[in-house]
């Protein structure tokens, strides 16, 4: 019986050591319209979506459904849109992200590099013939508290409102 307290006293040490280390792995700061910006400081649930301002069709989308969702929910957590792409100014990033919802922030992580690591957001961008494309992972990253509650990959309307009660 002692051994196996002594064993459930170390187990519950080892997730508790790997919740502290892990804690910060998805905390940034950045600059935004509004000054600094510390995810950790946030007082609701996060969404971040990581896109650009001239996406034709997966950013628009993807940003309508979560305004969509999150009034069908009455889940208030805050938008935010980070872009892939340098030639976005944060200004207009800003309003591209306030046209899908007012609340919506446009941030520019102080490290972008390291901020997309840790999410593990793919893009590319791409020039030829004087042509510029951009390719990203088009997933939302919902955070409570700092920690990464969910991945969302299906973005279908249905399937998002599932996932987004994972926040409440």
Known sequence: MKKVLILLFLALIILGLGAVLGAG???FSAKSL????VLSRLNKPALLYFGYTNCPDV???TLYLLN???DELGLDAQIIFISVDKRDSLKACDE???YFRADAICVEP???EKVAKAYDVKYKIESKNGQISVAHSPYVYALKDTQLITVIENLSQ???KKELLKLK
């Open 158 to 160: 249905k399937s998002l």
């Open 68 to 70: 969509n969702a999150l």
């Open 25 to 27: 792995k998805y905390d």
């Open 34 to 37: 509004r000054g600094e910006f």
């Open 110 to 112: 102080k490290n972008f």
């Open 59 to 61: 950013c628009p989308a």
């Open 96 to 98: 591209y992200a306030k």
